[in-house]
């Protein structure tokens, strides 16, 4: 399993979010970002001079896909995001080592990943809690 974080221009997150619709995606989630790179200069400081960073916003939106569709998710992607200018983002691509659901625990610890018996844990000591309907 690995993790596509793609960041991109603010204004393609909805085709790019659509085009990705129908891909074999495991996981995703989208958040709102401010950024800078070679898109925009920005000021440094140096000695006693002052400096100014132009953040520019950003969407990012992570990815956990099968090793075997990254390569089809990242095209996909570039195709959607690509606009031909500076500034167009960035797609990185991590390894996943563990993951574990929150609501579907195994029966079986031996066989969980580390991060699923901690899931698995902390659940067994809760007992759940239904919230009352707002009237």
Known sequence: MKQVIAVIRPFLAEKVLESLRLAPIEACSVREV???GRQKSYLDQ???SEYSM???PKVEISLWVDDTRVD??????????RTGRMGDGKIFVLAAQESASVIHIGADAASQSSAAKVVAKTAADKKPTRR????
């Open 132 to 135: 009352k309907a707002a009237r």
């Open 46 to 48: 140096y000695g006693e």
């Open 72 to 81: 089809e998710v990242v095209r996909q992607i570039v195709e959607v995001a």
């Open 34 to 36: 401010k950024g800078y």
């Open 54 to 56: 132009a953040f520019l």
